[in-house]
Nanobody
Framework: QVQLVESGGGLVQAGGSLRLSCAAS????????MSWFRQAPGKVREFVGR????????YYADSVKGRFTIARDNAENTVYLQMNSLKPEDTAIYYC????????????????WGQGTQVTVSS
């Protein structure tokens, strides 16, 4: 069982940066694939990126590749999403999610979700 809490969202101008944090509690955090998703009003939840359980492999959606970076600190039970060169279309609620080793870019793969943190990018 994993509990997740996101933080770090806010209002930023286009071109700016934010770093989101996801603090996890649970017995076996290091065994989970950890991902970030986002959901804009009226849109489906979409995959942003994920980190393998060991943190040695990361994957990103094409829409954020080169701008966003996931870092994972298993010792601190925390995963981060560094967001640079933000665009208005990045505006969404961002969610941290934990899934089994096989979890990929589909939201249905994930068992545990945080409450979300709002990111708003102004033009």
């Amino acid at each position: 069982q994993v509990q997740l809490v996101e933080s770090g969202g806010g209002l930023v101008q286009a071109g700016g940066s934010l770093r989101l944090s996801c603090a996890a509690s649970g017995r076996t955090f290091s065994s989970y694939t950890m991902s970030w998703f986002r959901q804009a009003p009226g849109k489906v939840r979409e995959f942003v990126g994920r980190s393998s359980s060991s943190g040695d492999r990361t994957y990103y959606a094409d829409s954020v590749k080169g701008r966003f970076t996931i870092a994972r600190d298993n010792a601190e039970n925390t995963v981060y999403l560094q967001m640079n060169s933000l665009k208005p279309e990045d505006t969404a609620i961002y969610y941290c999610a934990a899934g089994q080793y096989y979890a990929g870019p589909n939201s249905d793969d994930y068992n545990y979700w945080g409450q979300g943190t709002q990111v708003t990018v102004s033009s």
